[in-house]
Nanobody, 125 residues
Framework: QLQLVESGGGLVQPGGSLRLSCAASGRLLDYYAIAWFRQAPGREREGVSQIITIDGSSYYTDSVKGRFTISRDNAKNTVYLQMNSLKPEDTAIYYC??????????????????WGQGVQVTLPS
């Protein structure tokens, strides 16, 4: 069973940057896609970005396009989320999730089987 461990969260000022990491216990290439989700207090979970492990193609929700970049290192079995120009509304717990099979872009959390424990990202408002 795939285990995912996030790291890299913290407190950052608006306009700043953070890079989140998602380390997988197994081979990334054994899974179709890895995605990042986030959940802010009092809000529903939101899909942020997805990467297809075999070819690196990526997909983003509109609110982070141009600011966030997802990437993967298959040799290290790690997926990254580079977050630039951070805004207070980016404050949330960020989770990475794995999807065994599938096709096309999707940030539907119900399609993802494996989830990490989450990492907090906080920006003062």
């Amino acid at each position: 069973q795939l285990q995912l461990v996030e790291s890299g969260g913290g407190l950052v000022q608006p306009g700043g940057s953070l890079r989140l990491s998602c380390a997988a216990s197994g081979r990334l290439l054994d899974y179709y896609a890895i995605a990042w989700f986030r959940q802010a207090p009092g809000r529903e979970r939101e899909g942020v970005s997805q990467i297809i492990t075999i070819d690196g193609s990526s997909y983003y929700t509109d609110s982070v396009k141009g600011r966030f970049t997802i990437s993967r290192d298959n040799a290290k079995n790690t997926v990254y989320l580079q977050m630039n120009s951070l805004k207070p509304e980016d404050t949330a717990i960020y989770y990475c999730a794995g999807r065994g099979t599938g096709w096309g872009p999707s940030l539907d959390g119900s399609l993802y089987t494996y989830w990490g424990q989450g990492v907090q990202v906080t920006l003062p408002s």
